[in-house]
C-alpha cells in the first residue's frame, strides 16, 4: 500500500504566485487534514473534511482553499503564496474518530515549500 | 480554545540516560495519542491513550494518562541514538491538537 501520497516534495514560489499541493490515501480513510509544521511551533491545522463533499476550517485556514471531491484525494490550494506560507506541509488521513478513541493518524512524507 | 502544552521544548542527554517529556492541557481530554517525527521524516503514531490513569509500555517507553485526563507524559529509560526525534502528543476534546514538541538528542 502507498499510504498517504504528496506531491511535490519541494517547491519554490515567488510571492503572488499559486499552487497546489496534492494528497492522495489509497486506505480508504473519511478523515483528511493539511498540517503546517513551522520551526518550533510543533504542527497546525489548516483545513480537514471528514468525508467527500465535506470541508471545515481548522486552526490556521486564511490563505488556503481546499475540496474534497473524492474519498481519496484532498489538495490544497495557496491562492497567492506570500513568504509568511513558507513551511512543511503535511497532508494525514485517518478514520473517522469513534466513540471516546481516535484512529492514528497516517502522515505523508511532508511537501517543502519556500516562498521568495 | 483547547491548548495542549508540551515540555520540555528540547533535551539532550547523553545515550543511556533516562528522558521524560509532559504534555499538559487547559481542558479534559477525551483521549490522547503519541507521535514521533525522526529528523526530516514525517510524524509517526505511537500509542494512544483513553481511559483515566492508564499506562502503556512498549519496550523501552512507557505512557501515561493523568487521573484528571488532562496531561499525560513519555518516558523512556536507557535512551538509544535511535531514539532521537521530536516526541508530540495530540489531545482530543473534539478535535486533535498537537503539542509543541519535544526534541530529543541523544550523545554516544
Known amino acids: 500500500n502507498a499510504g498517504v501520497t504528496q506531491t511535490p516534495k519541494f517547491q519554490v514560489l515567488k510571492t503572488g504566485q499559486s499552487m497546489t499541493l496534492q494528497c492522495a490515501q489509497d486506505?480508504?480513510?473519511?478523515?483528511m487534514s493539511w498540517y503546517r509544521q513551522d520551526p518550533g511551533m510543533g504542527l497546525r491545522l489548516i483545513h480537514y473534511?471528514?468525508?467527500?463533499?465535506?470541508?471545515d476550517q481548522g486552526e490556521v485556514p486564511n490563505g488556503y482553499n481546499v475540496s474534497r471531491s473524492t474519498t481519496e484525494d484532498f489538495p490544497l490550494r495557496l491562492l497567492s503564496a506570500a513568504p509568511s506560507q513558507t513551511s512543511v506541509y503535511f497532508c494525514a488521513s485517518s478514520y473517522v474518530d469513534r466513540g471516546s478513541s481516535n484512529s492514528p493518524l497516517h502522515f505523508g512524507n511532508g511537501t517543502r515549500l519556500t516562498v521568495t | 480554545g483547547q491548548q495542549v502544552m508540551q515540555i520540555p521544548q528540547y533535551q539532550h542527554v547523553q545515550e543511556g540516560e533516562d528522558f521524560t517529556t509532559y504534555c499538559n492541557s487547559s481542558?479534559?481530554?477525551?483521549?490522547i495519542q503519541w507521535y514521533k517525527q525522526r529528523p526530516g521524516g514525517h510524524p509517526v503514531f505511537l500509542i494512544q491513550?483513553?481511559?483515566?490513569?492508564e499506562v502503556k509500555k512498549q519496550k523501552r517507553l512507557t505512557f501515561q494518562f493523568g487521573e484528571a485526563k488532562k496531561n499525560s507524559s513519555l518516558h523512556i529509560t536507557a535512551t538509544q541514538t535511535t531514539d532521537v526525534g521530536t516526541y508530540f502528543c495530540?489531545?482530543?476534546?473534539?478535535?486533535?491538537?498537537f503539542g509543541d514538541g519535544t526534541t530529543l538528542t541523544v550523545k554516544p
Open positions: 491513550l483513553v481511559k483515566s490513569g
Open positions: 473534511s471528514v468525508g467527500a463533499g465535506i470541508t
Open positions: 495530540a489531545g482530543n476534546a473534539g478535535k486533535s491538537t
Open positions: 481542558t479534559t481530554l477525551s483521549n
Open positions: 486506505m480508504n480513510h473519511e478523515y
